[in-house]
């Protein structure tokens, strides 16, 4: 990276987002089309170059190998055009996580992949609503136009009905599965029309028109398909609302384009979306104060930890979203609430492109940590003022289940692995007030493999899990005297998580329902904020 010089200028070409999508909507492919047409990889392909892993290539390769941590396909920056881009993974297959939702707090922006055959289906749900919290915009992108697919019209109105969005189409698709021939492009009045040729490289035919009656549409379509274009368009224009650049920013409404990832098709316009319309780096909300992006000042705050795959060593990664200043390698950076700093020599950054190690950094950029085990999740960074970010809250597991080791002698052990873990962002770890064993919960069912496998080979502390009657978490919390009416009548369905926190334990749908009814006066909540 050439030196920064106008820092002002680098954060407002900044774009750190995410892509949420429930699995097989085709993220992966996005991603490496992505790279593809930034430049930052030269072949499609790359992406899948791994096998079974499915994750992008990268630099950091040469990290990883020296390191034994996988962290390549966590963040990839690539730019284009005249921005910088860090795109944010989010797994969402087996290793569906806590972590990818905590991620989605450290981006500015979201792409919703939808499958056109399927559309919004539940991972891709839960993850809007993480975004939600804070507000963050959401651009759709409705893939898979080269198959079948449902009526567009109605994939809109499902949008904005289960995810109560405004929802503003950009392209319109022209035809589906065989007869997929391209969008319309409805803020620029431009046909783009797909190439089913070669999906390694990227061609498509794009040529600005006077209106949909411009007679050039008659040599690139049949006329059916062209009347039918102009009366879905009619009917858009008339049905939902023109696109408004502070409604999307502000979260509530989405722009939609249609494609085709795995032909390259309107992943440009995509693009080009992104670098337009999303926001840079925002404004981070703090305690006491909230922390601009041009501040002189570096901060930042850990929303990720990744451990060494080798378990011989103790190595973690710190993720890092920077929330102000210029950031150079070699910097000093206080753990608020801690008393020592640690040194940042050895930062791991995450260039795409074929680059020199890049060494400085600014707001909305990911920086990666090496360190012991002294960065937890959700530790703010500064160089030295008490301000602690307020975003990164933790989720409710969704799945819970009981722990207890192998040997009963062990117990006290397990305790303690249990509570390091929970503070690495592993897994909740909750004990229930009636009971001597603890419960686990999860997000995503592999989480619990990845739990007991750690505890055996990091602690030696064989595990087994039981099934626990339990079908939701919530933090409850209220008026102390109520709180302590609540306890003594609910002990069995209470427990306590690792920072100490009640936490109630639902039987059942029902249950939950009929308690937060029985007591109005309590919050019995999904999400725990930090601070
Ligand atoms: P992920 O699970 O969301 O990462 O989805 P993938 O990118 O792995 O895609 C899932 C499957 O859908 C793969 O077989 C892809 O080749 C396929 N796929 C992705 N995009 C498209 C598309 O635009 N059209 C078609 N026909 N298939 C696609």
Known sequence: MTDITDIGAEIARRRTFAIISHPDAGKTTLTEKLLLFSGAIQMAGAVKARGEQRRARSDWLKVERERGISVSASVMSFEYGDCAFNLLDTPGHEDFSEDTYRTLTAVDSAIMVIDAAKGIEEQTRKLFEVCRLRDVPIITFVNKMDREARDPLELIDEIEQTLALDVAPVSWPIGMGRTFRGCYDLVDDRMVLMDRGDR?????????????????????????????????????????????????????????????????????????????????????????????????????????????????????????????????????????????????????MFMAQDREIADEAVAGDIIGIPNHGTLRIGDSLTEGEEIRFTGIPSFAPEM?????????MKAKHLGRALEQLAEEGVAAVLKPRISTYFVVGV????????????????????????????????WVSGDPAEMKRFSDTNSSALADDHTGRPVFLARNAWHLTRTAEDWPKLKFDKVKNQV
């Open 443 to 474: 997000v995503g069912a592999l989480q619990f493999e990845v739990l007991a496998d750690r505890i055996r080979t990091e602690y030696g502390i064989p595990v087994m899990y039981e099934t626990v009657e339990a079908y939701a978490a919530r």
């Open 200 to 348: 390694s490289s990227i061609n498509d035919v794009s040529f600005a028109v006077s209106g949909l009656d411009d007679p050039t549409i008659g040599d690139h379509l049949p006329r059916d398909q062209w009347d039918e274009l102009k009366d879905q368009v009619a009917m858009v224009r008339e049905l939902c609302p023109a696109f408004d650049l502070n409604a999307y920013r502000e979260g509530h409404l989405t722009p939609v384009f249609f494609g085709s990832a795995l032909n390259n098709f309107g992943v440009r316009e995509l693009l080009e979306g992104v670098a337009r319309l999303a926001p840079p780096p925002r404004t981070q909300p703090a305690t006491p104060r909230d922390v601009e992006p041009t501040e002189d000042k570096v901060s930042g705050f850990v929303f990720k930890i990744q451990a060494n795959m080798d378990l011989k060593h103790r190595d973690r990664i710190a993720f890092v979203r920077l929330c102000s200043g210029h950031f150079k390698r070699g910097m000093r950076l206080l753990p608020v609430g801690s008393a020592k700093a640690v040194n940042v020599s050895a930062p791991v």
């Open 400 to 408: 819970l289940r009981r722990i207890r080791p192998d040997d009963p």
